[in-house]
């Protein structure tokens, strides 16, 4: 099964089509900067560009970066606000004349490192959590996933978001130690333990890569582990997410 997959970020649209069974990419992924300001027209435009680069005629998934449900954007995140209350599947597919499924972005990624990853065929509840611009999280129980936790929007320390607090970029933007970094990063597994109890932590995006330097200043009492899929979930997730259009 082959199809097209891709991944809207805040700063890159990107995409290229999986093939799922042998889980595979079948070429180098085709990346645009996404437009700003962040709206709409011109976000969908771009989606359609990377369609156009593939020449695809199948279905296509795509990982949005915002809460969906039943395909419809419940709330706008970093993106305009234009974007709430907009039914994003309809509105990319009349645009790209394809059959559309989109996906929250940070479930995207976990989809993926649960069926191809080393989230695959563990029983009980996973988290993943992609840690980057922000800090996605993706909840999955017995492999099935409980859509749209977004546990990087919890409120900490008055008006600010936990990924505000402890992502990736907050890290670099401000030159922080790996000690201090991860003594914050550990605040926010502490919190999103509490909440959801996990059975195993997968940690994903930017900040995996690093993780032997903060690792010991985690101390949560759950397994963690690093994702497989790495930079690839996000799109190898959004072409899971459309297997349900292909007849």
């Known amino acids: ?18 093939d799922l069974v042998e889980e595979d990419f079948l070429g180098e992924r085709f ?25 695809w005629k199948g279905p296509v998934g795509v990982g949005f970066p915002t809460v969906i449900h ?11 606000a234009e974007w709430l209350g907009l039914q994003v599947d309809d509105m990319i597919a009349q645009h790209i004349g394809l059959p559309v499924s989109v996906i929250n972005d940070a479930d995207a990624a976990g989809l ?16 993943t959590v992609t840690v ?7 909840l ?55 909440v959801t109890s996990p059975d ?4 994903g995006g930017g900040a995996s890569k690093n993780i032997d330097e903060y690792m010991k200043y985690l101390d949560v009492q759950v397994p963690i582990r690093v994702a497989k899929t790495q930079n690839h979930a996000g799109i190898i997730g959004a072409a899971l997410c459309a297997r349900h259009l292909v007849k």
Not at 31 to 55: C, H, N, S, Y
Not at 113 to 127: N, Q, R
Request: without cysteine; aromatic residues 8%.
């Open 31 to 55: 990346r645009l900067d996404t437009p700003i300001p962040r709206k709409p027209k011109a976000m969908i435009e771009t989606i359609g560009q990377v369609v156009k680069e593939w020449d």
């Open 140 to 194: 999955f129980y017995n492999g099935q996933l409980i859509p749209n936790f977004e546990l990087g929007q919890m409120r900490y320390k008055k008006k600010k978001t936990i990924e505000e607090y402890a992502s990736r970029k907050i890290r670099l933007d401000n030159d922080m130690s790996f000690k201090k970094w991860g003594k914050r990063f550990n605040k926010f597994l502490k919190l999103a333990t509490t």
């Open 1 to 18: 099964m082959q199809l097209l997959g891709i991944d809207v970020g805040g700063s890159g649209i990107k995409g290229a089509p999986v």
């Open 112 to 127: 993926a490192e649960v069926t191809f990853g080393v989230g695959k065929d563990v029983k009980g509840l996973v988290m």
């Open 200 to 203: 195993l932590i997968i940690i």
């Open 132 to 138: 980057g611009t922000g800090i996605g999280t993706g």
């Open 70 to 80: 039943n395909g419809k954007a419940i709330q706008h995140g970093n993106l305009d």
